[in-house]
């Protein structure tokens, strides 16, 4: 399991026009992630656990695959403390993220992934279960000093009751008004000052958001 490291995450809600000027901003001053294609984007696909107390509110397990590509799949858990997020993640085949999503757990018991058997342990004593879809296009920024990673997340979508995540045919119906658009503001101990005036004088008011929050009103 990767060793977990908190970092600073700021989001906002901001509309189309306002991601326009920043991100016309941003791409001169930052380079692009090298997972993205032409256009700078990327396609994620999550699904996220959850139980009858709504626990994936304040920590998310979820599994996750990029641009459709099911050869590679991770599990993720997602933590928040006094403000700040972490990310500790393990690898999934299909295999082995199908068969969760069937119900077929009791492998992860004897993994070698410690978040593998947190995941079971969770799962039999907590009744944590795939419960909602997520997937959106995300427009990505880095850079180095301070470990910046700012991002756009767009055209926000969820397979409504459906937890067939494998399926790149799997019907999928807009969770977010699509004129809005997630930014998301990622950093370690401090934030670049010529970053954070771009930000301020385009848009300064941070809010709690979540995409899951967002999506999990359809399940």
Do not use: W
Not at 42 to 68: M, P, T
């Amino acid at each position: 399991m990767s060793q977990m490291k908190f970092r600073h995450e700021i989001k906002h809600y901001i509309n189309y026009g306002d991601y326009l000027l920043l991100r016309n901003r941003l791409k001169f001053l930052l380079r692009c992630d090298r997972h993205a294609n032409e256009l700078g984007e990327y396609k994620i696909r999550s699904i996220y656990f959850d139980n009858y107390h709504d626990k994936a509110l304040q920590e998310k397990f979820r599994i996750r695959y990029y641009n459709d590509d099911v050869s590679f799949i991770r599990l993720e858990k997602k933590s928040k403390v006094n403000g700040l997020c972490a990310k500790v993640s393990a690898p999934l085949s299909d295999e082995q993220a199908q068969s969760i999503m069937d119900g077929e757990f009791e492998f992860l018991k004897n993994s070698p992934h410690a978040l593998h058997q947190e995941l079971y342990y969770k799962m039999k004593n907590e009744l944590l279960r795939p419960k909602t879809i997520v997937d959106y296009t995300r427009e990505a920024y880095i850079h180095d000093v301070g470990n910046v990673r700012i991002t756009f997340d767009k055209r926000i979508r969820t397979g409504i009751t459906s937890i067939d995540a494998l399926n790149p045919l799997l019907p999928t119906v807009e969770g977010l008004d699509s004129n809005l658009i997630i930014l998301e503001v990622k950093f370690d101990e401090f934030l670049p000052e010529f970053i954070s005036d771009v930000l301020q004088n385009n848009y300064s008011r941070s809010t709690s958001v979540s995409k899951y929050a967002v999506c999990r009103i359809y399940g």
